[in-house]
């Protein structure tokens, strides 16, 4: 079966240290990756994707991520992080061969950046 | 900010009310989605639609209905609230092109409570 893991429900990082969130997918092809972020009491903000190309890809907030085909890996980065980072992540990926790219969802990963 | 738009934001209801959440989309998309939460957890899918006159039921198992009879309208009715119901609802919707460039986009949710 298809599916998204982010194997971490909490990183707690502290400010101006760099941040990594995990996401892992079990997807064959070679699908359309995402990461959505969602603040308290808000719907979900597309933050980047990769599709195809340069395997580090650049999103909003200075967010980026970096693909790994062999370990079918997609982690979320961020050089120095923010207080105001901290927020709900979710990783999600399109299958390939599903016209109506319709996402399949990790379960999201609680980021708190401590002052 | 999102064309997509759900109302109410907050709603507090008493057991066995019948309730509809309202979720209406101005960017055209012919795929649209419900999504319910609870508070900082995982999203699932609880109905979709790819089209007017087309809905289908998702991966959670729901005692909600929704209704497409107009491509940028999308509301989800429950019949009898109950107490199990209290949660975040989030609406979302895509087509092609933005599928595939930035996924879904959602809408800012509607959190029920459920007396």
């Known amino acids: 079966a298809q599916s998204v893991a982010q194997p971490e429900d909490q990183v707690n990082v502290a400010e101006g240290n760099p941040l990594t969130v995990k996401c892992t997918y079990s997807?064959?092809?070679?699908?359309?990756l995402f990461w959505y972020v969602q603040y308290p009491n808000r719907g979900l903000q597309f933050l980047l994707k990769y599709i195809t190309g340069d395997n580090l890809v650049k999103g909003s907030y200075g967010f980026e991520a970096e693909f790994n085909k062999s370990q079918t890996s997609f982690h979320l980065k961020k050089p120095s992080a923010l207080v105001s980072d901290s927020a709900l992540y979710f990783c999600?990926?399109?299958?390939?061969?599903?016209?109506?790219?319709?996402?399949?969802w990790g379960a999201g990963t609680k980021l708190i950046i401590k002052p | 900010e999102a064309d997509i738009y759900q109302t109410p934001r907050y709603l507090v209801i008493g057991t066995g009310k019948k309730i509809t959440l309202e979720c209406s989309q101005t960017m055209g998309h012919d795929k649209m989605y419900w999504y319910q939460q609870d508070p900082g957890m995982e999203l699932h899918l609880i109905h979709y639609s790819y089209g007017v006159n087309s809905t289908e039921k998702g991966d959670l198992s729901s005692e909600s209905t929704v209704s497409r009879i107009r491509t940028e309208h999308f509301p989800l009715t429950l019949e009898s609230a109950r107490p199990s119901h209290t949660s975040q609802y989030l609406c979302?919707?895509?087509?092609?092109?933005?599928?595939?460039?930035?996924?879904?986009?959602f809408g800012s949710g509607t959190r029920l409570t459920v007396v």
């Open positions: 979302a919707s895509s087509d092609l092109l933005t599928g595939a460039n930035y996924g879904y986009t």
């Open positions: 997807v064959s092809g070679n699908p359309y």
């Open positions: 999600a990926v399109s299958p390939p061969m599903d016209s109506n790219y319709q996402l399949i």
